[in-house]
């Protein structure tokens, strides 16, 4: 792992060079890299019939490339990104696919429908987990905008971004949580969104927890056509 290393385009065969990958992860022994991938878009199809975003995980050691989920119905049935190992070897993710929110229209006689955000623009990515075999998937989060970014905490906890979209809200705080969903609370952002340059207004993503215990993040506004920002350390001890 240097700038000299000799590159190895592991995801090449399977995307042809058209795809995309995004949120990549290393396992806590640097042998695997976890991640989410797309294959290239399908012309002339419809939106329903495009490939989705899957979790998929390339063994360094064996040069072994393969998607978590193997049957192409589950893996299909919703757009899953942002995965992280949990330290059991299960894998959180976030994903559309929402199946106890669903379970649970259902024992209440309501009508069935894909979770979508509050502003109904597109569907809302909560929080899952599921072995490392891609069985036993499980929504451990209900949001009605976007739950991203888990990590884990020295503690065990998952640390998470969660936007609250609601009334005046419109805000990606973080939040943390025990890895099947207890626990659920505030970790940082609710009262710190006017701190960017000359009191802008900012948002936080991407928490990673570092050794001596402070949280890096990237702080940058809401909305914009540049997706980069600026990293930022985080006393959460200290600061709530």
């Given at each position: ?202 948002h936080f993503l991407q928490p990673r927890e570092r050794a001596d215990g402070l949280l ?13 920002g600026e990293l930022v350390l985080i006393d959460t001890e200290n600061y709530i």
């Amino acid at each position: 792992a240097s700038p000299s290393a000799r590159q190895r385009n592991v995801t090449g065969a399977f995307t042809g060079g058209s795809g995309d990958v995004k949120d990549v992860e290393v396992s806590w022994d640097g042998t695997r890299l976890l991640f989410a991938m797309r294959a290239p878009e399908i012309e002339d199809a419809d939106p329903e019939d495009q490939p989705t975003w899957n979790i998929w995980e390339y063994d360094i050691t064996a040069k072994v490339l393969r998607r978590i989920m193997v049957s192409d119905i589950t893996a299909e049935d919703g757009q899953d990104v942002a995965p992280h190992y949990l330290p059991d070897g299960r894998i959180i993710f976030s994903s559309t696919r929402q199946r106890r929110s669903r379970a649970i229209l259902v024992d209440e006689g309501k009508e069935q429908f894909s979770a979508l955000d509050e502003d109904r623009n597109e569907p809302a990515l909560v929080l899952h987990v599921m072995d490392a075999d891609g069985s036993n998937i499980t929504q451990v989060t209900y949001n009605q905008s976007h739950d991203l970014d888990p990590t884990v905490l020295d503690s065990g906890e998952v640390a998470f971004v969660r936007w609250e979209n609601m009334g005046s809200r419109n805000a990606l705080s973080l939040y943390r949580m025990q890895p099947d969903g207890t626990g659920l609370e505030l970790f940082y952002g609710a009262h710190s969104h006017a701190t960017g340059t000359d009191g802008a207004e900012v948002h936080f993503l991407q928490p990673r927890e570092r050794a001596d215990g402070l949280l890096l993040a990237v702080k940058l506004p809401l909305s914009g056509s540049y997706r980069g920002g600026e990293l930022v350390l985080i006393d959460t001890e200290n600061y709530i």
